[in-house]
C-alpha cells in the first residue's frame, strides 16, 4: 500500500499527459467497485480539494483489495505485503510427482526412486554433514539414470557413438561421487563416503550385456566391505548408522532384482524411432514351390505292405543276390580299398611325452594387466620384471595366469595373490589377509615382507619360499608338489634353508587301528 501512495503522490506533482490520463480512467472503470455517480462526486469535490481527492482514491482501492481476497480461490495466492526491510525468500519447487505409466519397466524403477532409495535420503539426512552431501549427488545419479530409462522405452536401440554421449550424465554424476570421497579423506564418515564410491558402479549396469543383474550383484558386494566397517564403528553409538548401511545394500539389492525382472539380458529399448533395414538388392526371393502331394490315400496303412513281406517265410530271401567268387575279398585282392584298419603302437616306439606343470608354451594372446572389480588381472606376461600393483584395498584379489620370466610386486595389504600356470616367474608382497596359492606352476619364487597366514602349493615343481620375521608362525598346505624349499631369515641377515618333504613313510598301526605317516627327511 506504499508504494501505491508513493505512486499516487509522484502522478499528482506530474499530472498525466493526455494519452496517460485515458489509460488510468480505463484501469478505474474496470475495477469491482466502479461506481459512475461516486465518481462523477469525487470529481466534483476533486476540483476543491487535491488532498481529499487522494484519499478518496486509496480508501477505493483498499476496499477492492479486501473483496479480492475474499474471492473464491484468489485469497491464498494473494500475497501479503511485506515490509521494505524484509529479506527476499526464494523457495525451491519440490519435486515433480512420478506419475505410473503403462510401462512396467518405468513403474518398477519408480518403485526403486520412491522406496529404498528415498529412504536413503533421508536416513542420510538426518546423519547429516558429508554423508547428506554425497547423497544428493547419488540421488542425481539415479534421476539421471531413469531419463535414460524413459528414453530407452520411447525409441529404437542408438550407435555406440551416440549411446555414449546419452550415458554422459550418468558418467558424470558417478565420477562425482567417487570424487568427493577422495576429496574428503579426512572425514569422519570417510567409510561412509567409500561404501557409497564403491557400489555406485552398479548403475553401469546399462551398458552390461548379456546378464547385467549379477554386475550389480558384484558391484554391491565391493561396496559392503565399507558397510561392514560402518556397522562395527557405530553399532554401539547411534543405530542410524545401522539403518543407513542396511538401507543402502536394500537399494542395491532391489536394483539388482528390478534388473533381473526387466532387463535380464540388457537394457531393452522399444524398437520405435528407428528407420526399418533397406531390402536386399533385387527384393526378396519368391518363395519355393510346394511339392505336390497325393491327398487322396492319407488313411491308407503302408505299414500293410510291411507285415506282407514278412509273412512270406522261406520266400523273403528269394530277391537276395548270390556272392559269386569274383566278389569275394579274399579271392581278389584289388577289391580291399578301404580304410587302413588299426595298428596297436610297437614296444620300441617312444612314448608321448606326459604334460609338464607350468605355462608350457605362452599362447599367442596379448598380455593382460587390468583389474576388474576386486580382482587384479595379470596374465600372459612374458619377460616383463616391472609388474607393479599398487592403491589396492584389502579385499582385493591378485590372480597371475600363464606368465613367463616374470617378477611381480604387491604394495599394500590385499586378501590374497594367485599364481597359476606359471613359469619362472617370482612374487614379492607386504602383507595378506588370507593366503597366496602356487597352482601348476613350475620354478616360481615367493617373497613376504610382513605378514602372510597361509601358504598353499599344489602340483608345482619347485618353489623357493622367503619368509620375513613377521611370518614365522605361516602354515605351509603342498600336494603333488616337489622341490619346495623355506628360506627363514637369521640374525646376520642370512637364510636358513629348509627342505618340505616329498617322500613318506606309511606303517600300520599295533593293534590295526589305521595308518600312521611320518615325513621321510631328506639328508643327501
Known amino acids: 500500500m506504499r508504494s501505491l501512495i508513493k505512486l499516487f503522490e509522484k502522478r499528482d506533482k506530474n499530472p498525466p499527459q493526455d494519452g496517460e490520463g485515458a489509460v488510468n480512467d480505463v484501469l478505474v472503470r474496470n475495477t469491482p467497485d466502479y461506481d459512475s455517480g461516486n465518481i462523477n462526486g469525487n470529481e466534483a469535490s476533486s476540483a476543491q480539494n487535491p488532498a481529499s481527492d487522494l484519499e478518496v482514491l486509496i480508501e477505493r482501492l483498499e476496499r477492492v483489495t479486501s473483496r479480492l481476497e475474499r474471492l473464491p480461490g484468489l485469497g491464498d495466492r494473494v500475497p501479503s505485503p511485506l515490509p521494505d526491510s524484509s529479506p527476499v525468500c ?100 570417510f567409510n561412509h563416503l567409500s561404501a557409497i564410491s564403491e557400489s555406485i558402479p552398479a548403475l553401469g549396469w546399462v551398458a552390461v550385456s548379456p546378464t547385467p543383474a549379477p554386475y550389480v550383484k558384484e558391484m554391491n558386494d565391493a561396496g559392503q566391505f565399507y558397510t561392514n566397517r560402518v556397522l562395527k564403528d557405530w553399532k ?67 505299414r500293410s505292405a510291411l507285415f506282407a513281406e514278412i509273412n512270406r517265410g522261406e520266400a523273403i530271401t528269394s530277391n537276395l543276390r548270390k556272392v559269386t567268387s569274383e566278389m569275394q575279398t579274399h579271392k581278389n585282392p584289388q577289391l580291399r580299398q578301404g580304410p587302413a584298419p588299426f595298428k596297436a603302437a610297437s614296444r620300441g616306439a617312444p612314448a608321448k611325452a606326459l604334460p609338464t606343470p607350468g605355462a608350457g608354451t605362452l599362447p599367442d594372446k596379448p598380455p593382460v594387466f587390468a583389474r576388474d572389480g576386486k580382482k587384479w588381472l595379470i596374465e600372459y606376461q612374458k619377460g616383463n620384471s616391472n609388474l607393479v600393483v599398487e592403491n589396492a584395498d584389502m579385499n582385493n584379489m591378485v590372480y597371475m595366469f600363464r606368465c613367463r620370466d616374470s617378477a611381480l610386486t604387491v604394495r599394500g595389504k590385499v586378501n590374497g595373490v594367485i599364481l597359476d600356470s606359471c613359469t619362472k616367474c617370482a612374487v614379492v608382497f607386504d602383507n595378506l589377509v588370507s593366503s597366496i ?88
Not at 547411534?238 to 545394500?249: A, E, L, M, S
Not at 524398437?271 to 533397406?278: E, F, I, R
Open 236 to 302: 554401539e553409538k547411534d543405530k542410524t548408522h545401522v539403518d543407513w548401511c542396511r538401507n543402502w545394500v536394500q537399494l542395491l539389492s532391489d536394483l539388482q532384482a528390478y534388473v533381473k525382472q526387466y532387463h535380464t539380458t540388457g537394457l531393452v529399448w522399444s524398437g520405435k524411432g528407428g528407420a526399418p533395414p533397406p531390402p536386399p538388392p533385387g527384393g526378396l526371393p519368391p518363395p519355393p514351390p510346394l511339392p505336390e502331394a497325393d491327398f487322396a490315400n492319407l488313411s491308407v496303412d503302408d
Open 437 to 524: 596359492e602356487f597352482v601348476n606352476c613350475q620354478s616360481v619364487q615367493m617373497q613376504v615382507l610382513g605378514k602372510v597366514p597361509t601358504v598353499s602349493i599344489d602340483k608345482t615343481d619347485g618353489c623357493q619360499i622367503y619368509l620375513s620375521k613377521d611370518s614365522l608362525d605361516v602354515e605351509i598346505v603342498s600336494s603333488k608338489s616337489s622341490e619346495m624349499n623355506v628360506l627363514v631369515p637369521q640374525a646376520n641377515g642370512d637364510y636358513s634353508e629348509y627342505p618340505i618333504p616329498e617322500q613318506y613313510k606309511t606303517v600300520l598301526n599295533k593293534p590295526p587301528t589305521g595308518l600312521n605317516t611320518t615325513p621321510v627327511e631328506n639328508k643327501g
Open 90 to 189: 526464494v523457495v525451491t519447487p519440490p519435486q515433480a510427482e512420478l506419475v505410473p505409466t503403462d510401462n512396467m519397466s518405468i513403474n518398477g524403477y519408480q518403485d526403486i526412486l520412491q522406496g529404498p532409495l528415498r529412504a536413503y535420503l533421508e536416513l542420510s539426512k538426518k546423519i547429516g554433514g558429508d554423508v547428506a552431501t554425497h547423497a544428493n549427488l547419488v540421488n542425481e545419479a539415479f534421476q539421471a539414470q531413469y531419463g535414460y530409462i524413459q528414453l530407452a522405452t520411447s525409441r529404437s536401440k542408438p550407435s555406440q557413438s551416440e549411446e555414449m554421449q546419452l550415458l554422459a550424465p550418468t558418467s558424470e554424476k558417478i565420477s562425482a561421487i567417487q570424487q568427493f570421497r577422495e576429496k574428503n579423506r579426512a572425514s569422519t564418515f
